[in-house]
Protein backbone atom coordinates (compact mmCIF):
# COMPACT_ATOMS: atom_id res chain seq x y z
CA UNK A 1 0.00 0.00 0.00
CA UNK A 2 2.89 2.56 0.83
CA UNK A 3 4.35 1.98 -2.33
CA UNK A 4 1.27 2.44 -4.23
CA UNK A 5 0.28 5.63 -2.38
CA UNK A 6 4.00 6.75 -2.87
CA UNK A 7 3.89 6.30 -6.73
CA UNK A 8 0.06 8.29 -6.72
CA UNK A 9 2.30 11.01 -5.04
CA UNK A 10 5.45 11.27 -7.37
CA UNK A 11 2.79 10.83 -10.31
CA UNK A 12 0.45 13.77 -9.05
CA UNK A 13 3.72 16.08 -8.40
CA UNK A 14 4.94 15.34 -11.83
CA UNK A 15 1.74 16.12 -13.67
CA UNK A 16 1.20 19.00 -11.53
CA UNK A 17 4.76 20.65 -12.21
CA UNK A 18 3.99 20.08 -16.27
CA UNK A 19 0.23 21.62 -16.01
CA UNK A 20 1.74 24.48 -14.40
CA UNK A 21 4.84 24.99 -16.64
CA UNK A 22 2.28 24.60 -19.60
CA UNK A 23 0.07 27.24 -18.05
CA UNK A 24 2.45 29.30 -17.31
CA UNK A 25 3.91 29.47 -21.03
CA UNK A 26 0.98 29.79 -22.64
CA UNK A 27 0.06 32.99 -20.59
CA UNK A 28 3.30 34.12 -21.37
CA UNK A 29 2.55 33.60 -24.85
CA UNK A 30 -0.72 34.83 -24.87
CA UNK A 31 0.41 37.73 -22.29
CA UNK A 32 0.68 40.50 -25.22
CA UNK A 33 -2.72 39.86 -26.43
CA UNK A 34 -4.12 40.99 -23.56
CA UNK A 35 -2.22 43.84 -23.32
CA UNK A 36 -3.90 47.35 -24.07
CA UNK A 37 -2.04 50.20 -26.03
CA UNK A 38 -1.67 52.69 -28.81
CA UNK A 39 -0.51 51.37 -32.25
CA UNK A 40 1.99 52.95 -34.39
CA UNK A 41 3.36 52.47 -37.55
CA UNK A 42 6.47 53.36 -39.00
CA UNK A 43 8.05 52.70 -42.82
CA UNK A 44 11.88 51.95 -43.47
CA UNK A 45 13.79 52.32 -46.50
CA UNK A 46 16.83 49.32 -45.07
CA UNK A 47 17.80 46.17 -43.81
CA UNK A 48 15.55 45.41 -40.86
CA UNK A 49 18.06 42.50 -40.16
CA UNK A 50 18.12 41.77 -36.38
CA UNK A 51 14.89 43.28 -35.31
CA UNK A 52 12.21 40.61 -34.51
CA UNK A 53 8.24 40.91 -33.19
CA UNK A 54 8.88 41.77 -29.64
CA UNK A 55 11.45 43.88 -29.80
CA UNK A 56 11.55 46.84 -27.61
CA UNK A 57 10.95 50.60 -28.54
CA UNK A 58 12.49 52.98 -26.14
CA UNK A 59 12.35 56.61 -25.98
CA UNK A 60 15.41 57.92 -24.96
CA UNK A 61 16.65 54.60 -23.63
CA UNK A 62 13.20 54.09 -21.34
CA UNK A 63 11.38 51.38 -22.45
CA UNK A 64 7.64 52.33 -23.99
CA UNK A 65 6.37 49.59 -25.91
CA UNK A 66 7.30 46.68 -28.22
CA UNK A 67 7.37 45.82 -31.86
CA UNK A 68 4.31 44.21 -33.13
CA UNK A 69 4.55 43.36 -36.31
CA UNK A 70 6.91 43.54 -39.20
CA UNK A 71 6.18 43.09 -42.67
CA UNK A 72 6.75 44.49 -46.44
CA UNK A 73 4.80 47.75 -47.22
CA UNK A 74 2.71 47.72 -50.02
CA UNK A 75 4.84 49.38 -52.38
CA UNK A 76 6.99 46.25 -51.86
CA UNK A 77 10.15 48.70 -51.19
CA UNK A 78 9.84 49.81 -47.75
CA UNK A 79 9.76 48.06 -44.57
CA UNK A 80 6.56 48.56 -42.13
CA UNK A 81 6.75 48.42 -38.83
CA UNK A 82 3.82 48.53 -36.04
CA UNK A 83 4.62 49.22 -32.73
CA UNK A 84 2.64 48.98 -29.94
CA UNK A 85 3.01 51.89 -27.36
CA UNK A 86 2.00 51.55 -23.69
CA UNK A 87 -1.25 53.24 -22.23
CA UNK A 88 -0.82 57.14 -20.91
CA UNK A 89 2.29 57.53 -23.80
CA UNK A 90 1.16 58.97 -26.86
CA UNK A 91 4.08 59.61 -29.81
CA UNK A 92 3.82 63.52 -30.96
CA UNK A 93 4.25 64.95 -34.44
CA UNK A 94 7.71 65.33 -33.83
CA UNK A 95 8.93 62.33 -33.22
CA UNK A 96 10.99 60.30 -35.28
CA UNK A 97 11.74 56.45 -35.06
CA UNK A 98 15.75 54.82 -35.82
CA UNK A 99 17.06 51.51 -35.58
CA UNK A 100 19.81 51.04 -32.96
CA UNK A 101 21.98 48.47 -32.24
CA UNK A 102 21.81 46.79 -29.03
CA UNK A 103 26.12 46.07 -28.57
CA UNK A 104 28.11 43.63 -30.17
CA UNK A 105 25.03 41.03 -30.68
CA UNK A 106 23.81 42.10 -33.91
CA UNK A 107 20.14 42.53 -32.26
CA UNK A 108 18.14 45.78 -32.86
CA UNK A 109 15.30 47.96 -31.10
CA UNK A 110 13.51 51.05 -32.63
CA UNK A 111 15.13 54.09 -30.23
CA UNK A 112 11.95 57.09 -30.65
CA UNK A 113 13.57 61.04 -30.11
CA UNK A 114 12.32 63.82 -30.72
CA UNK A 115 13.37 65.90 -34.22
CA UNK A 116 16.16 68.28 -33.47
CA UNK A 117 15.39 71.91 -34.69
CA UNK A 118 16.84 72.28 -38.34
CA UNK A 119 16.86 68.40 -38.84
CA UNK A 120 16.49 67.31 -42.28
CA UNK A 121 13.33 64.96 -42.73
CA UNK A 122 14.95 61.51 -43.75
CA UNK A 123 11.41 59.79 -43.53
CA UNK A 124 10.71 58.18 -46.98
CA UNK A 125 7.57 58.95 -49.41
CA UNK A 126 4.61 57.04 -49.37
CA UNK A 127 2.09 56.94 -52.08
CA UNK A 128 -0.41 54.80 -50.54
CA UNK A 129 -2.69 54.82 -47.37
CA UNK A 130 -2.00 53.82 -44.03
CA UNK A 131 -4.28 51.80 -41.60
CA UNK A 132 -1.83 53.58 -38.20
CA UNK A 133 -0.97 57.11 -37.40
CA UNK A 134 2.62 57.54 -38.96
CA UNK A 135 5.95 58.12 -37.19
CA UNK A 136 8.73 59.36 -39.09
CA UNK A 137 12.15 57.61 -39.51
CA UNK A 138 15.36 58.46 -40.44
CA UNK A 139 18.40 55.73 -41.65
CA UNK A 140 20.58 53.85 -39.14
CA UNK A 141 23.80 55.23 -37.84
CA UNK A 142 25.23 52.28 -39.53
CA UNK A 143 22.78 52.89 -42.96
CA UNK A 144 24.35 56.46 -42.53
CA UNK A 145 27.50 55.20 -42.31
CA UNK A 146 27.25 52.92 -45.45
CA UNK A 147 25.78 55.32 -47.28
CA UNK A 148 28.91 57.62 -46.62
CA UNK A 149 31.57 54.98 -47.87
CA UNK A 150 29.28 54.35 -50.80
CA UNK A 151 29.51 58.30 -51.92
CA UNK A 152 33.71 57.93 -51.33
CA UNK A 153 33.60 55.12 -53.37
CA UNK A 154 31.45 57.00 -55.85
CA UNK A 155 34.19 60.29 -55.62
CA UNK A 156 36.79 58.06 -56.06
CA UNK A 157 35.54 55.96 -59.05
CA UNK A 158 35.25 59.59 -61.09
CA UNK A 159 38.70 60.39 -60.68
CA UNK A 160 40.47 60.26 -63.57
CA UNK A 161 43.07 56.93 -62.00
CA UNK A 162 44.41 56.01 -65.23
CA UNK A 163 45.39 59.68 -66.53
CA UNK A 164 47.09 60.22 -63.01
CA UNK A 165 48.86 56.84 -63.49
CA UNK A 166 50.31 58.34 -66.97
CA UNK A 167 51.21 61.65 -65.53
CA UNK A 168 53.34 60.11 -62.80
CA UNK A 169 54.60 57.16 -65.17
CA UNK A 170 56.09 60.71 -67.35
CA UNK A 171 57.05 62.41 -64.19
CA UNK A 172 59.10 59.72 -63.01
CA UNK A 173 60.79 59.13 -66.35
CA UNK A 174 61.04 62.74 -66.43
CA UNK A 175 63.51 62.27 -63.01
CA UNK A 176 65.22 59.14 -64.42
CA UNK A 177 66.59 60.95 -67.16
CA UNK A 178 67.32 64.14 -65.53
CA UNK A 179 69.52 61.92 -62.95
CA UNK A 180 71.28 60.12 -65.83
CA UNK A 181 71.87 63.56 -67.44
CA UNK A 182 73.90 64.91 -64.42
CA UNK A 183 75.99 62.14 -64.75
CA UNK A 184 76.25 60.80 -61.16
CA UNK A 185 79.28 58.62 -61.61
CA UNK A 186 81.47 61.79 -62.93
CA UNK A 187 79.99 63.93 -59.50
CA UNK A 188 81.10 60.40 -57.71
CA UNK A 189 84.28 60.91 -59.06
CA UNK A 190 84.70 64.07 -58.18
CA UNK A 191 83.96 63.82 -54.62
CA UNK A 192 86.18 60.56 -54.45
CA UNK A 193 89.69 62.88 -55.64
CA UNK A 194 87.78 65.99 -53.34
CA UNK A 195 87.91 64.00 -49.79
CA UNK A 196 91.17 62.09 -51.24
CA UNK A 197 92.77 65.46 -51.28
CA UNK A 198 91.13 66.58 -47.67
CA UNK A 199 92.94 63.80 -46.10
CA UNK A 200 96.08 64.59 -47.69
CA UNK A 201 96.16 68.11 -46.78
CA UNK A 202 94.56 67.55 -43.12
CA UNK A 203 96.78 64.60 -41.82
CA UNK A 204 95.86 62.81 -38.51
CA UNK A 205 98.02 64.95 -36.36
CA UNK A 206 96.60 68.00 -37.71
CA UNK A 207 93.21 66.26 -37.32
CA UNK A 208 94.60 65.83 -33.34
CA UNK A 209 95.73 69.18 -32.61
CA UNK A 210 92.24 70.75 -34.12
CA UNK A 211 90.41 68.40 -31.89
CA UNK A 212 92.60 69.06 -29.27
CA UNK A 213 92.28 72.90 -29.98
CA UNK A 214 88.16 72.46 -30.12
CA UNK A 215 88.31 70.48 -26.64
CA UNK A 216 90.67 73.13 -24.90
CA UNK A 217 88.33 75.67 -26.04
CA UNK A 218 85.45 74.32 -25.05
CA UNK A 219 86.50 73.73 -21.47
CA UNK A 220 87.48 77.39 -21.47
CA UNK A 221 84.11 78.49 -22.82
CA UNK A 222 82.49 75.73 -19.80
CA UNK A 223 84.94 77.81 -17.26
CA UNK A 224 83.79 80.73 -18.64
CA UNK A 225 80.10 79.67 -18.03
CA UNK A 226 80.63 78.48 -14.57
CA UNK A 227 81.85 81.88 -13.67
CA UNK A 228 78.67 83.47 -15.54
CA UNK A 229 76.42 81.50 -13.55
CA UNK A 230 78.09 82.48 -10.15
CA UNK A 231 78.13 85.54 -11.24
CA UNK A 232 74.53 85.96 -12.01
CA UNK A 233 73.68 83.71 -8.30
CA UNK A 234 75.88 86.87 -6.90
CA UNK A 235 73.91 89.37 -8.79
CA UNK A 236 70.76 87.55 -7.58
CA UNK A 237 71.64 86.99 -4.30
CA UNK A 238 72.20 90.80 -4.14
CA UNK A 239 68.72 92.03 -5.71
CA UNK A 240 67.37 89.15 -2.83
CA UNK A 241 68.77 91.19 -0.61
CA UNK A 242 68.13 94.00 -1.76
CA UNK A 243 64.63 93.55 -2.14
CA UNK A 244 64.18 92.54 1.62
CA UNK A 245 66.45 95.72 2.52
CA UNK A 246 63.03 97.57 0.65
CA UNK A 247 60.63 95.37 1.68
CA UNK A 248 61.79 95.97 5.37
CA UNK A 249 62.81 99.79 4.96
CA UNK A 250 59.62 100.76 2.68
CA UNK A 251 57.87 102.88 5.24
CA UNK A 252 61.27 104.73 5.92
CA UNK A 253 62.46 105.03 2.26
CA UNK A 254 58.80 105.96 1.62
CA UNK A 255 59.11 109.01 3.97
CA UNK A 256 62.20 109.98 3.01
CA UNK A 257 61.30 110.38 -0.55
CA UNK A 258 58.19 112.42 0.81
CA UNK A 259 60.54 114.96 2.14
CA UNK A 260 63.41 115.02 -0.13
CA UNK A 261 60.06 116.04 -2.95
CA UNK A 262 59.02 118.68 -0.15
CA UNK A 263 63.11 119.63 0.08
CA UNK A 264 63.13 119.86 -3.75
CA UNK A 265 60.24 121.80 -3.92
CA UNK A 266 61.75 124.37 -1.44
CA UNK A 267 64.92 124.28 -3.03
CA UNK A 268 62.42 125.51 -6.52
CA UNK A 269 61.14 128.25 -4.54
CA UNK A 270 64.28 129.42 -3.06
CA UNK A 271 65.91 129.94 -6.91
CA UNK A 272 62.70 130.75 -8.28
CA UNK A 273 62.47 133.49 -5.41
CA UNK A 274 66.48 134.26 -5.84
CA UNK A 275 66.38 134.64 -9.62
CA UNK A 276 63.36 137.23 -9.36
CA UNK A 277 66.00 139.06 -5.87
CA UNK A 278 68.90 139.28 -8.83
CA UNK A 279 66.64 140.24 -11.35
CA UNK A 280 65.80 143.36 -9.26
CA UNK A 281 69.25 144.36 -8.00
CA UNK A 282 69.92 144.01 -11.53
CA UNK A 283 67.82 146.41 -12.23
CA UNK A 284 68.47 148.70 -9.16
CA UNK A 285 72.73 148.05 -10.17
CA UNK A 286 72.31 149.53 -13.81
CA UNK A 287 70.10 152.54 -12.38
CA UNK A 288 72.81 153.23 -9.95
CA UNK A 289 75.66 152.64 -12.76
CA UNK A 290 74.28 155.46 -14.42
CA UNK A 291 74.25 157.81 -11.75
CA UNK A 292 77.49 157.23 -11.25
CA UNK A 293 78.39 157.82 -14.22
CA UNK A 294 76.64 161.37 -14.13
CA UNK A 295 78.12 161.85 -11.24
CA UNK A 296 81.65 160.73 -13.10
CA UNK A 297 80.89 163.42 -15.71
CA UNK A 298 80.03 166.18 -13.24
CA UNK A 299 83.18 165.12 -11.26
CA UNK A 300 85.18 165.59 -14.50
CA UNK A 301 83.73 169.14 -15.35
CA UNK A 302 84.11 170.26 -12.13
CA UNK A 303 88.20 169.00 -11.74
CA UNK A 304 88.36 170.96 -15.21
CA UNK A 305 87.01 173.93 -14.09
CA UNK A 306 89.01 173.83 -10.69
CA UNK A 307 92.36 173.16 -12.84
CA UNK A 308 91.47 176.28 -14.95
CA UNK A 309 90.79 178.13 -12.10
CA UNK A 310 94.00 177.56 -10.16
CA UNK A 311 95.92 178.53 -13.34
CA UNK A 312 94.28 181.71 -13.50
CA UNK A 313 95.08 181.92 -9.96
CA UNK A 314 98.59 181.50 -10.62
CA UNK A 315 98.80 183.45 -13.82
CA UNK A 316 96.66 186.65 -12.25
CA UNK A 317 96.54 186.43 -8.65
CA UNK A 318 94.97 190.14 -8.32
CA UNK A 319 92.08 189.05 -10.26
CA UNK A 320 91.26 186.87 -7.57
CA UNK A 321 91.44 190.19 -5.61
CA UNK A 322 90.39 193.08 -7.94
CA UNK A 323 88.40 191.32 -10.92
CA UNK A 324 89.25 192.04 -14.41
CA UNK A 325 93.39 191.43 -14.85
CA UNK A 326 94.26 195.05 -15.68
CA UNK A 327 94.64 195.95 -19.66
CA UNK A 328 97.72 194.63 -21.07
CA UNK A 329 100.99 197.24 -21.83
CA UNK A 330 102.53 197.80 -25.11
CA UNK A 331 106.23 198.19 -25.09
CA UNK A 332 107.74 200.38 -28.06
CA UNK A 333 111.19 198.76 -29.05
CA UNK A 334 113.27 201.56 -31.14
CA UNK A 335 114.97 200.65 -34.21
CA UNK A 336 118.89 200.55 -33.75
CA UNK A 337 119.32 201.18 -37.47
CA UNK A 338 117.35 204.46 -37.77
CA UNK A 339 119.63 205.83 -34.82
CA UNK A 340 122.57 205.24 -36.46
CA UNK A 341 121.11 207.26 -39.21
CA UNK A 342 120.36 210.40 -37.48
Known sequence: ?????????????????????????????????????????????????????????????????????????????????????????????????????????????????????????????????????????????????????DDVIKEINTVDLEGISDKTKNMLDAINQSMVDLDLSGISEDLKLLLDNINKDFDSER????????????????????????????????LTRFDGIVDKNEGTIHEALEEFKLTVQNTNRFVSNAGNLVDRTGDHLATLSDQLLTVGQNLEEASINLNRGLSMASSHPSQILFGEPPPARRIKFQDPQAHNRE
Open 1 to 149: MADKKTKFMVGLFMTSGIGIGLIAVIWLGMSHFFEEGMLYATYIDQSVQGLDVDSPVKYRGVSIGRVERIQVAPDSRLIKIVMKIDNGIKLENDMVAQLKVVGITGSMFIEVDRTQPGEPDFSPHLNFPSEYPIIASKPSDISKLVRGL
Open 207 to 238: WIAIIEEINKSAQHLESVLKRADTSFQRVNTL
